[in-house]
């Protein structure tokens, strides 16, 4: 197919661009920034220049193709105001579907996340789980997607949404947090670690995605993309220390001071746009469960993960080892 990804100079979005193209898709990159993109060029990815905000450069980055992978978004950034989230997360869904009706391309595939879904109060989650964002981020999310579905029942754009799970495996720098920490023996767990966290390995994702683009049927439906094994944080802090070869056992702190310590500091640091040092969504890690239904996907899309948390693990550990980072 002819397809266009968005967000393609970000870990998810730079991954799926490699991925399509080596399975023979004709790939074309938008970017916002052209000089960030040189790694793209070098592996022979065309790249276009445009912004979700601007629907001039997204028509004219789109012609010609059939499906667009909507996977740019703006994520937690401290100082960013909500227009800014919501000009991207949310109105940026409607203006690619738009731009997807002006060139007669059939399908997008939008990506969310399943923070939509906030804390999940009777793990596992569907699709049809209660919707409870948390942040503003999770909140343009669920914007993103009503925006979206409207776009598409106007112009008639065929609108898949895929909800991934926490994402992971090489290239990232997200979950170093959790898996470089734990493989370095630096790791805290705060409160009991008996909460659920639920991981996608990027490759499985990335099928995910083109199963979302590829399946007739798909049109105009929801999907949780995810792995299949779903740990608590305390199992799966004890398979990255397994694989990393980590005897020592994490510190254990209670939560509830951390998070008001958390509160303080956003308190203190936002009104001068200031990083804080520790944020209350960071100590919610800790405290919020994240297990998911994949059972639609698997039936509608056919969508079986192939690569076990075990083994993901161990190829993201080893690209950390590369960049001298464990």
């Given amino acids: 197919m002819k397809v266009l990804v968005t967000g393609a100079t970000g870990f998810t979005g730079g991954h799926l661009v490699r991925w399509l193209a080596a399975r023979g898709d004709d790939v074309r990159a938008l970017v916002r920034n052209g000089r960030q993109a040189e790694a793209l060029q070098k592996d022979g990815i065309p790249v276009v220049e445009g912004d979700l905000t601007n629907p001039v450069s997204l028509i004219g980055a789109a012609k010609g193709v059939e499906v667009i992978y909507n996977i740019a978004a703006l994520y937690r950034t401290a100082g960013l105001p909500a227009a800014s989230y919501r000009a991207v997360n949310a109105e940026g869904v409607g203006a690619i579907v738009d731009a997807a ?6 399908r997008v595939v939008h990506c969310s996340t399943v923070g939509v ?3 999940v109060e009777h793990p596992p989650a569907n699709e049809d789980a209660p919707l409870r964002p948390g942040d503003v981020y999770q909140e343009t999310k669920v914007e993103g997607e009503t925006i979206g579905r ?3 029942a106007r112009t008639g754009v065929e609108l898949v949404i895929a909800r991934p799970s926490g994402i992971y495996g090489p290239g990232d720098r ?4 959790l898996f470089g920490r734990v493989a370095q023996g630096r790791f805290v767990m705060f409160g009991s670690g008996r909460v659920y966290y639920h991981l996608t390995y ?6 995910g995605f083109r199963l979302c683009a590829a399946t007739p ?11 299949e094994e779903v740990t608590t944080l305390g199992e799966l802090v004890d398979v990255v220390r397994d694989v990393a070869g980590v005897a020592r056992r994490p510190w254990r702190l209670p939560v509830w001071p951390v998070w008001m310590a958390g509160a303080a500091c956003e308190a203190i640091c936002r009104p001068f746009g200031i990083e804080p040092p520790l944020y209350r969504r960071r100590v919610d890690f800790f405290t919020k469960s ?6 639609r996907a698997r039936q509608e899309l056919g969508f079986h993960p192939q690569i076990g948390l075990r083994e ?15």
Avoid: M, N, P, S
């Fill in 290 to 295: 994240r297990a998911f239904d994949i059972a």
């Fill in 217 to 227: 049927q798909a049109a105009g439906r929801t999907y949780i993309l995810a792995g």
């Fill in 174 to 177: 997200r979950l170093f947090k």
């Fill in 150 to 152: 409207a776009a598409a």
């Fill in 202 to 207: 990027i490759d499985d994702l990335c099928e």
């Fill in 117 to 119: 879904h906030g804390d």
């Fill in 312 to 326: 993901g693990i161990r190829r993201t550990l080893e690209w950390y080892r590369e960049q001298g980072w464990i």
């Fill in 101 to 106: 009706w002006a060139v007669d391309a059939r």
